[in-house]
């Protein structure tokens, strides 16, 4: 078995506690980090839209156990955003040290958007109103900041796989 | 050649796992497998468990002091509001020690003045919601308790909301704010009854199936209907009208109701034991 496949679970399972302990009681505006879509996009922003729709299945799976929202609604949310993640940073050739950060938090806030259409496409209600934009933005921000130390974590945890495409510092 | 076959193998990935959470979530919509997804999640939520409240412990300060900082204006106003509803209910100035043990009964859940036949389980929430969609929270008993899916939770005011998932020792608990909540209520002046649905986070529920004939005051209290087949044991207060309008030629009013129970300062609830008769 290569070492991501033991690595990237043991990170989304860290994330997981850190999401539900920590950054759900650290909130602006009532909205919080969203950690578990941050880690497909570093994903995606690191080694490629392949692996950014893995470790967002993944790690929507994993947050879904914990829901009560229909069960792989987040696991296809994630995929989403890991696989676009992965696209929009292969078109820059050269990066300087803030456009993954930045990436981060432009996906990030792309994502919450691409999260409410998948969820009211399956038929949860209401989500898609004023309070929408408030989300995106808080998320963006606390997702940015966060990224400057998910990042090192995600390469860590997919390091020894096979060689990720080079376009990120 | 090389950078289609990449591109390929993205694209046949991504479609593979779309496709697989699509059958994942049609699987879990038919309640397939004898709710085999309604399982796991259970055992997740009591596997999680213990993990999650050694990390609440090494975490609470750092959550705390985030408080602190950016709520503390809003801890200055609820203190503000609870001693201004201190003063009306005593109605003349009373000494410290009265102050502190009025206090003390405000504060205190145990002496429900609603259902006090109904057996009940005082619990703790344990957990803001997970996800920033989801209006909901964890709380620290589950089936050991006795705690079954769809029952009620209460807190001194009234309605919370109900419980929509189990484990042996956890239940998570939809909040009456969700806006995929509903209950059926009974306005206590008129007797009318309609069904009254989540508006979201800070947002006044709205009430629907109200005759536009019928006279509604404003701050009515609104209480659960207790009809045949309601999900809901009777005369549970839930809001009090904060707006009704009968535009001339509609059906039904619009009526918008505030809830008396302020769901994002609950600390302690309490699961009403009690099951709709099939």
Redesign the interface.
């Known amino acids: 078995m290569s070492v991501p496949a033991l690595k990237v679970p043991l990170l989304i399972i860290g994330a997981l506690v850190i999401q539900a302990s920590l950054l759900a009681d650290l909130r602006l505006f009532d909205v919080s980090a969203e950690l578990m879509m941050l880690l497909p996009i570093c994903a995606g922003v690191l080694a490629g839209p392949d692996r950014g729709a893995i470790v967002g299945f993944a790690s929507g799976i994993a947050l879904d156990l914990l829901l009560s929202t229909p069960f792989g609604m987040s696991a296809l949310a994630y995929t989403l955003v890991g696989y676009f993640a992965g696209l929009v940073q292969g078109t820059i050739l050269r990066a300087a040290w803030w456009i993954p950060v930045l990436t981060a938090a432009g996906a990030s806030a792309a994502g919450v958007v691409v999260y409410a259409l998948v969820a009211s496409g399956v038929g949860q209600s209401g989500l898609i109103n004023g309070r929408l934009w408030t989300i995106v933005g808080v998320v963006a921000l606390f997702n940015g900041v966060l990224s400057a130390a998910v990042l090192p974590l995600v390469r860590w945890a997919l390091a020894g796989g096979p060689a990720p495409r080079a376009f990120a510092t | 050649m090389a950078l289609s076959r ?1 591109t390929g ?2 694209r046949f ?2 479609i593979l ?2 496709l ?6 049609t699987l ?2 038919r309640g397939a497998g004898g709710g085999v ?1 309604e399982d ?2 259970e055992r ?2 009591d596997l ?1 468990a213990p ?2 409240d050694a ?2 412990s ?2 609470d300060p ?2 705390e002091a ?2 602190g900082v ?1 709520k503390y204006g809003d801890l200055e106003e609820e203190n503000a509001r609870l001693k201004e509803q201190l003063a009306e209910l005593q109605g003349d100035r009373a000494s410290i020690e009265e102050t502190e043990q009025a206090l003390e009964e405000l504060l205190d859940q145990s002496s429900l003045s609603y259902a006090r036949d109904v057996p009940q389980v005082s619990a703790t929430v344990i ?8 209006l ?1 929270f964890e709380i620290d008993k589950g089936r050991d308790a006795g705690i079954k899916e769809g029952m009620t939770v209460v807190a001194g005011r009234g309605l919370v909301g109900r419980v ?2 189990v484990s042996d020792g956890r239940s ?1 608990v ?1 909040l009456l704010t969700d ?2 909540f509903a209950v059926g209520v009974r306005l206590a002046t008129s007797g009318e009854v309609g069904i009254a649905a989540g508006g ?3 947002q006044p529920m709205r009430l629907s199936g109200i005759d536009p004939g019928v006279d509604i005051r404003r701050r009515e209290l609104v209480t659960t209907s207790g009809l045949p087949q309601s999900a809901f044991p009777p005369r549970i207060p839930v809001g009090r009208i904060e707006e009704a309008v009968s535009e001339r030629g509609e059906l039904e009013q619009e009526v918008l109701l505030a809830p008396l129970v302020d769901v ?1 300062q609950l600390r302690f609830v309490k699961v009403l034991l009690w099951e709709a008769p099939s």
């Open positions: 990449r193998r993205s990935t991504l796992l779309v697989t959470s699509i059958t994942v979530i879990d919509f997804f796991v999640r997740a939520l999680f993990v999650t990390a609440d090494v975490f750092v959550g985030w408080n950016f957990s803001s919601p997970l996800s920033n969609f989801e909901s929509v998932r998570v939809e806006r995929d979201g986070r800070d994002d």
